[in-house]
């Protein structure tokens, strides 16, 4: 306690200097803090996004299906029990079919995915409702990152060619019944959504899935012969990609804390040189070499409290608008990123990262007033009294 | 009061490596000083006296000899003793004062006492009678940086003063003063001497100090080449 009082009082007696040691320290802070805080939002918001649009609260797969594995498709699907039917009724699962396709937008060939989705669905937040199942014309929503990839509106037409469940191929022509805005860029690059039945039909699987979405009223549980898939499965690419941002981050974060952790250093080792008088006269009134070697290095180590103070001061605002009003991304049509992007992000701080930035910037301040402070327990007093240099 | 020697020395050697080789600063010096001395040591510079005094405010160590200060062997005492000798009996007066700058004059003088862990109120009413003595309870709120020389030192002197040591060590107290400071300062020491009957011992070549002085010890080439007791001393 008597070295804390000593310290801030050494500390704010030494004016200026201090100041700008704290103001470079808590600029890393505030930084620290908002740059890990806008990547936490990021994901919180982009495993939201993705929950809300393609997985649900988990998916059940057919055995045979693998998402990264294109030649799987053919054989994943299974008929759906009557068990499933009445799930899907009270709209706690929604069933996928999924099927490999060419598109030819304006003559182009791409390939594409089509999804069968059931049009009556809420489980997901796709736009299904707006697949119009019974005027004698297939109809198709598509993604604004695919619309503006295949050069494709509302109302346009696109062929499509695929093979049915027997590998004859087919062809047909879908009108284009929606184009929807998703941040997910999975549900929407080179992505077709049919309305289910319709999809059935066309592949010759009447009544199959590839995959079943289970909405938050579904009860958890076992369905024969589907495999469970949690979120945590499902969203461990975008986990590892967020983890990997973050690895980037905290690169240039531990840059900036070094700068201002160097400007304490140099700080120390020049208050150590300039202060042997001081030092030799604590010593004098009966300090222990301890007692002063604790005083300088809390004293270094006090210039992080008032760091988060100041960063305190200017970062809370700062940053609660920031989190208010998010940050803008602007709207990726080409979602070049294949990862969730919103238009707006909103960084999101929790408790835990606040406390883990004070942690960090504390105790680092602290060793390195340490380092430079060690010296003072092999100073002779009555050379330190002198103020001569050891 | 009791005047029982409270420092003895004896056969006190103190060399320092200077390169390869050795100074002797202090050779063979053997010397007792009783309760309530106002003593000084004199002579040339380099003649051994603030070594002397270091040694004796266990600030550092003999070489050879024994140091005996209030029943403590200064050789054998580890940092943390020492520490609290000086910290409990034994006040320091520099020739610079060594104020700490960003301290007001109150905190310098109740910085001892911090270490002590007394009470607030106790380290309060020890802090305002020791600048008392030093006529110096209008400044409390200043910082050293607006002193002059002359309560500078008086400041050292109360902060020396404040936890009531039984010995004051003073090391040039009067080399950066005026006459009439230098006066006011040892006139100060000297009624502290009497009224609370500490030791007083100080290294200093300045004329104006001996005439304060009840007891002269002489030092030549780190030796002690006279001692004697001066009975026409002022006050």
Known sequence: ???????????????????????????????????NGMIDGWNRQ??????????????????????YDPFTIEDSHAPISEDILKEIENKTLAPVLVSQATAYPQGRAMSVTLRGIDPEQEVLELPSSKLPQSDGIDYAIIGKSMAHSANLEVGDKLLLRWRDKNGTFDAREVEIADVFKCDVP??????????????????AMENEATLLVAGETFEMRELEGWDFKDNEFLLADLQAIIDSKKMGGSVLQGLLLIIALIAIFDT???SIFRRQKEIGTYIALGMTRAQVVGIFTVEGGAHSILAILLGAAYGIPLLLLLNKNGIGMGYAE??????????????????????????????????????????????????????KLQ | MENSSIIRIEKLVKRF?????????LNNVNLTIDRGEFLGLVGPSGSGKTTLLNIIGSLDTPSEGVVTVLDNSIASLSHK????????????????????????????????????????NARKKAVTDALEWVGLTDKIKSKPAMLSGGECQRVAIARSMVKRPEIVLADEPTANLDSKNSHHILQ????LNKELNTTFIFATHDEKVMQYLNRKVSLEDGQIVKDELMKNSKN
């Open chain 2, 188 to 191: 100060t020491m000297k009624s």
């Open chain 1, 186 to 203: 999975s549900v929407d690059n080179g992505q077709v959504y049919i309305a289910l039945s319709n999809l059935q039909e066309m592949l």
């Open chain 2, 17 to 25: 490596p200077v390169g390869r080789s050795e100074f002797t600063a």
């Open chain 1, 46 to 67: 982009a495993q939201r996004d993705t929950a809300a649009w393609e997985t649900g609260v988990g998916q059940f797969w057919h055995p045979a299906y693998d998402k």
């Open chain 1, 334 to 387: 080409d979602m070049a990123f294949d990862i969730p992007v919103a238009e707006a992000i909103f960084p999101y701080y929790s408790f835990r990262l606040i406390l883990m930035t004070i942690m960090i910037v504390v105790v680092t301040a602290t060793i390195v007033s340490y380092l430079p402070a060690r010296k003072i327990s092999k100073m002779k007093p009555t050379e330190a009294l002198k103020g």
């Open chain 1, 1 to 35: 306690m008597l070295s804390l009082k000593l310290a801030f009082k050494n500390l704010l007696g030494a004016g200026l200097r201090t100041w700008l040691n704290v103001l470079a320290l808590s600029f890393a802070f505030v930084l620290i803090i908002f740059y």
């Open chain 1, 268 to 270: 120390q080792v020049l």
């Open chain 2, 81 to 120: 003793q020492s520490s609290k000798l000086r910290n409990r009996h034994i006040g320091f007066i520099f020739q610079t004062y060594n104020l700490l700058p960003v301290y007001t004059v109150y905190e310098n003088v109740e910085f001892a006492l911090l270490l002590q862990k007394l009470s607030s």
